[in-house]
């Protein structure tokens, strides 16, 4: 089953680190991954996206990974900023309508 | 930039009242869902909506749910005798297609059930 709770794993990181999120994904079948950024009180926003034939993506001071073996998706920001504060989804779709299952979330907490 | 429009942003309700809640996807997007986050947890599917119809809805979204595409601009979540446990964030979305694309979010609306 899933596990929900509280309590969010925090990642704590010095500005201008890099930093590393995980997340491990459920069904193999999934093909398609996005990370979400959510700020308080705020919808979740896209950051960047990779397909199943994929195992790396690059965008603008983020990069994701995907290792379909180990079902391990990672997300990785450059030269962290205050402003990345806030809580990262990643999000699975097996393709036809595009129905997303999030995973638990991760808190990044930058420190100037 | 286009965004999908949410409201109102807050709704606080009495348990076994009706509420709908709003939502204006982007107008040339064709997918329409709408998501719920109970505080502190994670965002959850509730049901995704194309042509008109239902295309596939999770456990939670039972028969006290209902959505509806009114007129060609909104998308609505009608909750019919709300309960406790309805209160939650909820969050419309919408997409341009079909094959994975991006899911843009709407801002949200907080339902508080008293």
């Known amino acids: 089953g899933e596990s929900v709770g509280l309590h969010l794993p925090t990642l704590s990181v010095q500005e201008g680190d890099n930093s590393i999120i995980n997340c491990a994904y459920s069904?193999?079948?999934?093909?398609?991954f996005i990370w979400y950024k959510q700020e308080s009180g705020k919808g979740p926003q896209f950051i960047i996206d990779?397909?199943?034939?994929?195992d790396k993506r690059q965008g603008q001071r983020v990069t994701v990974l995907l290792n379909k073996t180990v079902k391990h998706l990672s997300l990785q920001i450059a030269a962290t900023q205050p402003g990345d504060s806030a809580v990262y989804f990643c999000?699975?779709?097996?393709?036809?309508?595009?129905?997303?299952?999030f995973g638990a979330g991760t808190r990044l907490a930058v420190h100037p | 930039e286009p965004e999908v429009t949410q409201t109102p942003s807050h709704q606080v309700t009495q348990m076994g009242q009706e509420v709908i809640l709003r939502c204006v996807p982007i107008s040339n997007h064709l997918y329409f869902y709408w998501y719920r986050q109970i505080l502190g947890q994670k965002v959850e599917f509730l049901v995704s909506f194309y042509n008109n119809e239902i295309s596939e809805k999770s456990e939670i979204f039972d028969d006290q749910f209902s959505v509806e595409r009114p007129d060609g601009s909104n998308f609505t979540l009608k909750i019919r005798s709300t309960k406790l446990e309805d209160s939650a964030m909820y969050f419309c979305a919408s997409t341009p297609g079909q094959e994975n694309t991006e899911a843009f979010f709407g801002q949200g609306t907080r339902l508080t059930v008293v």
């Open positions: 999000a699975e779709s097996r393709g036809g309508y595009n129905k997303l299952i």
């Open positions: 069904n193999s079948a999934s093909d398609y």
């Open positions: 990779i397909r199943s034939n994929m």
